[in-house]
């Protein structure tokens, strides 16, 4: 086999097309999303590199138009579990002996296929099966996920580069990275096709075989996955896609001796019930299983009275009401002086009087459906809670309907009470809850939101006094994985912003940076002796 030093292609962040009114990319989205109305299509599973198909379907309806079916997913059950695992063991000795540059190759034409032939078939499923809007879509299952198939690459070749620094004469040391012992599970979320594409394929770019779980409401989007990884010559068993209960899934993988790992996203309460079960479990492992997760986030921005309101006033509605507030980093709770509040208020509830609420297929609308029933179901009860409430206000929104979608319209609640249910609890949805501090009481104020509540991802300071924003910065510091300064809490860019927040957040592995790339490897020391000794006696020994 011949050999090389190899230099990857430098990444570089995916433009971030514009759908603008006469755009090709306008029309060619449109076209993608009238297709996929059109059809009813059988998803099935992908095993080994065979689809596999159940007796029980499932339907997929648009979060926004419940009354109309676009598909049907293959539900598994235990057997298929359990067949994943054997086949990304099989699929294991052949993957993690290719050549690094071989697989490699396989995700970056991955990243291209995505940004060209499947860019607006991905964008309108994810447009579909999860209510995103055009943009909304495009940032996520086009852009971001080509940057993480992208930069991990670079990442890759950066840690197999990384070296021991010193080799004595007459030695050689090396450092090489085996994947992990076994097999990773990837359970991913519904809210970011970007993560859902991600969190398989970044272990299984570091040699590793995957047993993937995405969430059943994005199970639509998740199929273009897989195409796409089939097309750009994955091998068969190096990923295996499943549809199966969290139960179950869990009963078999947790119970394997050849667990190595699990890669995360979702909610604080499942994953620390994971974390649980292998800990009762790990007697049975071959080794230690990697944990590596990103869970809830109750966000925040703070307005200091030396803000710039209309800086404040776009923060806040961007970052609590894009995708309706369902992004584990949406701006949940905003604290603003009372000196701007006035103002501030009228900016927002003037903005918020021009939302458009509605379907995905209508670009002029900015707030499109919540996932589903349950969440909606929730998101109203809390809706209703505090128009029975007299403590608290609500100064914009406050309906919903989901007689054809589960429209939750762009809610404000105002409190006095820095610690009101709905500034505490996570509610993940086009909820945003605003407490107004006295001028005066901004020392004050930072602890509040340093201890309010249980998550540490997100968060942002909207001020021009830069000694404010120093303070904040420093009192704030263990609050969130992920600071910003003058800007919404959304938004972090691979190979800008790498993501991931602490305490309640997870375990702020940095998804799209070098540091979970580490993760999904097994590092080995080496060191070869060229002059070796042939006497067990040292100098010292010598008579003088």
């Known amino acids: 086999m011949t050999k090389g030093f190899f230099n990857v292609p430098a990444p ?126 495009e940032i996520d299952s086009a852009c971001e996920l080509i940057d993480f198939l992208r930069f991990n690459v670079k990442y890759m070749a950066e840690i197999y580069g990384q070296q021991p620094p010193v080799s004595p004469r007459g030695s050689w040391n090396r450092l090489e990275q085996r994947p992990l012992e076994g097999f990773v599970f990837a359970l991913t979320p519904f809210n970011f096709t970007a993560i859902a594409g991600n969190l398989p394929t970044s272990a299984a770019l570091m040699g590793n075989v995957v047993v993937w779980k995405p969430s059943n409401a994005q199970i639509y989007a998740a199929r273009v996955i897989m195409e796409v990884l ?12 499943i549809y199966v209960s969290g139960p179950d899934a869990g009963d078999v993988i947790f119970n394997h001796p050849d667990f190595s790992g699990i890669h995360f996203t979702g909610s604080t309460g499942v994953f620390q019930d994971i974390w649980k079960t292998i800990g009762n479990n790990i007697h049975k492992y071959k080794s230690y299983p990697r944990i590596v997760g990103e869970t809830g986030g109750k966000d925040y921005i703070l307005v200091h009275g030396s803000a710039d309101l209309q800086v404040a006033n776009t923060a806040i509605l961007r970052g609590a009401f894009e995708y309706q507030g369902q992004k584990c980093s949406a701006a949940s709770r905003v604290y603003i002086a009372k000196s701007v509040w006035p103002e501030l208020r009228q ?58 979608g589960y429209f939750i319209e762009p809610t404000v609640i105002v409190t006095k009470d820095p610690y009101y249910i709905t500034m505490c609890d996570e509610l993940f949805g086009p909820i945003l809850t605003v407490h107004v501090y006295d001028d005066e009481e901004f020392d004050k104020i930072l602890n509040v939101i340093d201890n309010t509540s249980i998550y540490a991802l997100t968060g942002a300071v909207i001020a021009r006094d830069r000694y404010v924003i120093e303070k904040a910065t420093y009192a704030l510091r263990n609050s969130a994985g992920n600071f910003y300064i003058n800007d919404k809490c959304t938004g972090a860019v691979v190979g800008q912003q790498p993501f991931g927040g602490a305490r309640g957040s997870g375990t702020n592995d940095k998804a799209g940076s070098m540091i979970n790339l580490l993760f999904w490897v097994s590092p080995r020391t080496i060191k070869e002796t060229l002059d070796p000794a042939k006497d067990y006696r040292y100098p010292f020994h010598e008579e003088d």
Do not use: C
């Open 12 to 137: 570089v962040n995916e433009p971030v097309l514009s759908y603008a009114p006469g755009s090709r990319e306008r029309s060619l989205l449109k076209e993608a999303i009238s297709i996929a109305y059109s059809e009813q299509i059988d998803i099935p599973m992908y095993i080994g590199g065979k689809e596999i198909r159940s007796d029980k379907k499932v339907e997929i309806r648009p979060p926004h138009n419940h009354q109309q079916v676009i598909g049907w997913y293959n539900a598994g059950e235990k057997k298929h579990v359990q067949q994943a695992i054997d086949a990304a063991l099989a699929a294991k000795e052949a993957w993690e002996a290719l050549a690094w540059e071989q697989r490699a190759a396989i995700f970056l034409k991955a990243a291209d296929l995505i940004a060209g032939p499947y860019r607006y078939k991905i964008n309108a499923a994810t447009m579909l099966g999860q209510s995103k809007n055009a943009y909304q879509a």
């Open 347 to 404: 900016l927002m509830q003037r903005d918020l009087a021009t939302f458009k609420v509605g379907p995905v297929e209508d670009f002029s609308n900015f707030v499109n459906a919540v996932i589903d029933e349950k969440s909606f179901n929730m998101l109203s009860k809390a809706i209703d809670d505090a128009k029975a409430d007299d403590s608290v206000e609500i100064i914009a929104g406050g309906s919903y309907d989901k007689s054809k």
């Open 230 to 241: 089939i097309e750009a010559g994955l091998p068969d068993g190096v990923i295996n896609l």
